[in-house]
């Protein structure tokens, strides 16, 4: 779960650094808009997304994650409880979060819906007008556009108009988007970001269509004049936006961008790629959490669930085992387990004066010979290496992997964790 998080909140990151680098200033709002959405969306789906295409054609060796292997006498539900704790507290922590996140967004419309309560509401050419008693706030949501009785008649009908164009353009749909985010995400300063871009962009928006039908030095006028007071919720949209007047009055004047100045909408079809390509890499990876906190397995007791493998034809083969690619994934995950835990000297935690956990991390290659190759081992002292190290290289020869009817050199890794009473 964090691997995936950690995939969206980088694509977040690069999607808005091309916004703000290369989209932001220009004129093609409506495309702007789409962009923000799309890549917000994206963003939430491409860590799902796997193509097979690119998993068959970029590793020539695939890497797979074997369960964990504990050596000792503890039960193995104590050992996944314990491995698996603080994923639950993190868990526990995101939820709460969450309804936190719930109870404000409500909140936010608990507030609107006392407005509304408190204005005089009318009907207005197809709108609800509400008229808010001694305010200056103009903002709109949905298809409601609320004005404070203090705004001069003058401004009134720019304001009607700039607000109709938000509810024509259902941009309270947008910001209700971002805001289901906020609640869900709201740990991820990406999404309030985005958020920010997207109600900016509104503004630009309307101003763009209001100044078509109406002259623009009457409309600066009109953004000037006041002395706003808004409400401060996160998704209406408020005309009167102190911090974004001087962006709107900047973007009015400016000239259209040229057409082609559209291609750079293409910059985010390398980040695109590129994260498909990591995806694509990495399954294994993404469910190497779940992995390590339930198929931890204990030589005594020889319970060794089935392993989420990455996607290969055909899996290397353990001397004696048979069936399909799950019954031999299985079969081979049991034999290594039970072959480390029989060969494993347990002796050497008396001998070196260890005590408790001790965790070692081994790498090992079943080449396109079935041979047991390039054993590789972290562990916290050298002596733990070695023996892990020697045990491996002592796996029996094994029938190879293979690939398109090629036989292909596979990857291992394997955690072993060695239990010092």
């Known amino acids: 779960m964090i691997h995936i998080l950690l995939q969206i909140f980088v694509f977040q990151i690069l999607s808005l650094a091309v916004y703000d680098l290369f989209l932001k200033n220009e004129t093609f709002f409506d495309l702007n808009r789409?962009?923000?959405?799309?890549?917000?969306?994206?963003?939430?789906?491409?860590?799902?997304?796997?193509?097979?295409?690119i998993q068959e054609n970029i590793p020539q060796e695939y890497i797979l994650e074997l369960p964990a292997v504990i050596i000792g006498g503890n039960n193995p539900e104590t050992i996944s409880n314990e491995s698996t704790s603080w994923l639950l507290s993190l868990l526990d922590f995101w939820l709460i979060g969450i309804l936190f996140s719930a109870f404000f967004f409500f909140w936010k419309l608990y507030k609107i819906a006392k407005l509304r309560f408190v204005g005089t509401v009318e009907n207005f050419q197809n709108l609800k007008l509400v008229t808010l008693p001694k305010t200056d706030a103009a903002f709109s949501f949905f298809n409601s556009i609320f004005l404070g009785e203090n705004i001069s008649k003058e401004n009134k009908a720019s304001i009607i108009a700039h607000e109709r164009?938000?509810?024509?353009?259902?941009?309270?749909?947008?910001?209700?988007?971002?805001?289901?985010?906020?609640i869900v995400f709201w740990f991820n300063p990406?999404?309030?970001?985005?958020?920010?871009?997207?109600?900016?962009?509104?503004?630009?928006?309307?101003?763009?269509?209001?100044?078509?039908q109406k002259d623009k030095k009457q409309y600066y006028q009109n953004l000037l004049s006041e002395v706003f007071q808004t409400e401060k919720i996160s998704f209406i949209n408020t005309f009167f936006n102190q911090s974004l007047i001087k962006k709107r009055i900047i973007m009015l004047q400016k000239q259209k961008s040229r057409k082609i100045v559209k291609l750079?909408?293409?910059?985010?079809?390398?980040?695109?790629?590129?994260?498909?390509?990591?995806?694509?890499?990495?399954?294994?990876?993404?469910?190497?959490?779940?992995?390590?906190?339930?198929?931890?397995?204990?030589?005594?007791?020889?319970?060794?669930?089935?392993?989420?493998?990455?996607?290969?034809?055909?899996?290397?083969?353990?001397?004696?085992?048979?069936?399909d690619n799950d019954a031999m994934k299985k079969c081979m995950s049991q034999n290594i387990s039970i072959f480390v835990g029989e060969n494993f000297n347990t002796k050497l935690g008396k001998e070196l004066g260890l005590e408790g956990r001790q965790r070692?991390?081994?790498?090992?290659?079943?080449?396109?010979?079935?041979?047991?190759?390039?054993?590789?081992?972290?562990?916290?002292?050298?002596?733990l290496e070695a023996e892990a190290v020697r045990v491996i290289e002592k796996l029996p020869q094994m029938q190879p992997g293979e690939q398109k009817g090629e036989k292909v050199g596979v990857i291992y890794s394997l955690p072993i964790v060695f239990e010092v009473k």
């Open 165 to 182: 164009i938000h509810i024509q353009q259902r941009n309270s749909l947008d910001l209700i988007f971002f805001e289901i985010l906020r």
């Open 264 to 323: 750079k909408y293409l910059l985010l079809m390398p980040i695109i790629c590129s994260m498909l390509i990591y995806t694509a890499c990495s399954d294994e990876v993404k469910q190497k959490e779940l992995e390590d906190s339930t198929e931890n397995v204990n030589i005594q007791s020889k319970e060794i669930p089935d392993v989420p493998f990455a996607v290969i034809e055909k899996v290397p083969t353990y001397p004696g085992c048979s069936g």
């Open 360 to 383: 070692i991390a081994v790498q090992f290659k079943i080449d396109k010979t079935g041979k047991v190759v390039d054993v590789r081992a972290r562990a916290p002292i050298p002596e």
């Open 34 to 53: 789409i962009y923000l959405l799309f890549t917000a969306v994206l963003g939430c789906v491409l860590p799902f997304i796997s193509i097979g295409y």
């Open 190 to 212: 990406m999404v309030y970001i985005f958020q920010n871009r997207i109600a900016t962009l509104h503004e630009f928006i309307a101003d763009a269509k209001v100044t078509v």
